[in-house]
Structures are given as C-alpha cells and as structure tokens.
Nanobody, 115 residues
Framework: QVQLVESGGGLVQAGGSLRLSCAASGSIFSFNVMGWYRQFPGKQRELVAAKSSGGNTNYADSVKGRFSISRDNAKDTVYLQMNSLKPEDTAVYYC?????????WGQGIQVTVSS
C-alpha cells in the first residue's frame, strides 16, 4: 500500500502561482511514476504532468510552459509548480503514484483561480 498526502492548493488570482506537493509513504518501489491529474466538474480525470523516478516527464499541452513538475526521490515527494494560472485551471488536483501495475491516488486538493 502507498499513501499520498497532498498540500498546497487554494485560491489565487489569474496570473498568480501555486505550488502543490505530494508526499508518498508506504511500500515505495525504486522505479515509479508520480504525477498530477485534475478533474473538472462532470468530467473525467485528466493528466496534468507526470515524472518517473528515472526523470522522464510528460505534460498536458494545456499546461506546457506554465507548469513544472519536479521530484525529490529521497523524500518520495513530487511537486507541481503552477505559474500564470488561468480560471480554466480551476479543478480538483489529484496526486498519483504508479508502480508495478498498481496505481494509488491522493485525496484531491482544490485549486481555484479567480478572474
């Protein structure tokens, strides 16, 4: 089992920045992928950004150039730096840990961007 604890969400004005953090604990494997997804009301969860323990990174087109994902493998923590936020970034953001065919989710954290 893997537990994920997210922090850093909140309310910000358009153009502002937020940094999300997600710390993993439990049965952590050395090779894994940690990332962030978001869910808009009435929509399916979608990938925002993900980064493997080996350094491979993937971003949704809608956040490229504005969001940056990073990891501290020693702390099993992933971060999402969100800059130039837009009202359309408003969503619940979920941390995800994937390894060995198993996927775990955080509880979700609200990000609200006001216009």
């Amino acid at each position: 089992q893997v537990q994920l604890v997210e922090s850093g969400g909140g309310l910000v004005q358009a153009g502002g920045s937020l940094r999300l953090s997600c710390a993993a604990s439990g049965s952590i494997f050395s090779f894994n992928v940690m990332g962030w997804y978001r869910q808009f009301p009435g929509k399916q969860r979608e990938l925002v950004a993900a980064k493997s323990s080996g350094g491979n990174t993937n971003y949704a087109d809608s956040v490229k150039g504005r969001f940056s994902i990073s990891r501290d493998n020693a702390k099993d923590t992933v971060y999402l730096q969100m800059n130039s936020l837009k009202p359309e970034d408003t969503a619940v953001y979920y941390c995800n840990y994937y390894s060995g065919g198993r996927s775990y989710w955080g509880q979700g954290i609200q990000v609200t961007v006001s216009s």
